[in-house]
Structures are given as structure tokens and as C-alpha cells.
């Protein structure tokens, strides 16, 4: 059972390796992500083109993302009041 588990193991990283000797570099996707990305960015350019324009939001919307931000900050920024809390610094 060991010895299966190693051979895939060892199958993967020769994979891995030419993947990196072809392309450069190992991308955390295939050839179908690639596709769909594509795909993606061409329908949100060429989308807006053909439809028609659409109202503003109305004010109360777009509050929304800058409360997001200010949350965020603010959870950023906040010191973190944990009591007991050592780190060893190991060299």
C-alpha cells in the first residue's frame, strides 16, 4: 500500500515538473479556467455594448461598499487584546 502511494506521488511531481519546463511556471488551473476566464472578459466587454443603459442605484446602494471599507479598516487597525499570547523566536 506504501509503495502505490509513493509511485503516485512521484508520477505527480514528474507532471508537475515538465508542466513548469513547458509553460514556465505551474498555474493553480487548466486549460478550461483559461477558457472560461477568456470567455468571462470578453462577454463583460462586449455586453455593455448591446444592452441598454440603466438608471444610477439609488444613494442608499452606495453606501454600501464604503461601510464594507470602513469595517475592514477598522477590523485592520484594531489592536488584538489577547492576553497570554507568546511567540518564540526560533532561528
Not at 1 to 29: H, N, P, Q, W
Not at 49 to 72: R, S
Amino acid at each position: 500500500m506504501i509503495r502505490v502511494l509513493t509511485t503516485i506521488t512521484i508520477s505527480e511531481e514528474r507532471r508537475d515538473c515538465t508542466m513548469a519546463k513547458y509553460f514556465g511556471a505551474s498555474f493553480g488551473f487548466g486549460i478550461g479556467g483559461l477558457l472560461f476566464l477568456a470567455a468571462l472578459a470578453a462577454f463583460m466587454m462586449v455586453l455593455p455594448l448591446m444592452l441598454p443603459p440603466l438608471p444610477p442605484p439609488p444613494l442608499v446602494f452606495m453606501f454600501f461598499p464604503v461601510g464594507i471599507m470602513a469595517a475592514l479598516m477598522f477590523l485592520a487597525f484594531s489592536p488584538a487584546d489577547v492576553v497570554g499570547n507568546t511567540v518564540s523566536q526560533t532561528v
